[in-house]
């Protein structure tokens, strides 16, 4: 489970046209509720990942959606942690564990 708030210092920060940095950290600040996964089809995507972390870290979707490869591969696994067992990968969690 994350803890919050997460903050995460981002690998490549994300930087504007003439280079100045527009984005360095995210920090999650909020859990996940089912507002967040109302637009969810099925077993989340990777895209339903990262909208879910602008949702979670109150950025705009814009701004993710230029996160460099390696930090929303990072990041989308923190999001997952917060998907319930099962949901994250449309398998049911080992009898053990229900």
Known sequence: M???????TLTHP?????GSVL???????RPMRAKDLRHI?????FGD?????ASLAGEPPRIVDELHIEDAV???GV???FFPAG???GKQPPESLQ
Do not use: R
């Open 14 to 18: 994300v930087k504007a046209k003439d």
């Open 23 to 29: 984005l360095d950290k995210i920090t999650i600040t």
């Open 79 to 81: 999001i997952a942690d």
């Open 74 to 76: 990072h990041l989308a």
């Open 87 to 89: 949901l994250a990968t």
């Open 41 to 45: 089809q099925g077993s989340p995507t």
């Open 2 to 8: 994350v803890e919050l708030p997460f903050e995460y």
């Open 49 to 53: 990942l990262l909208t879910a972390l």
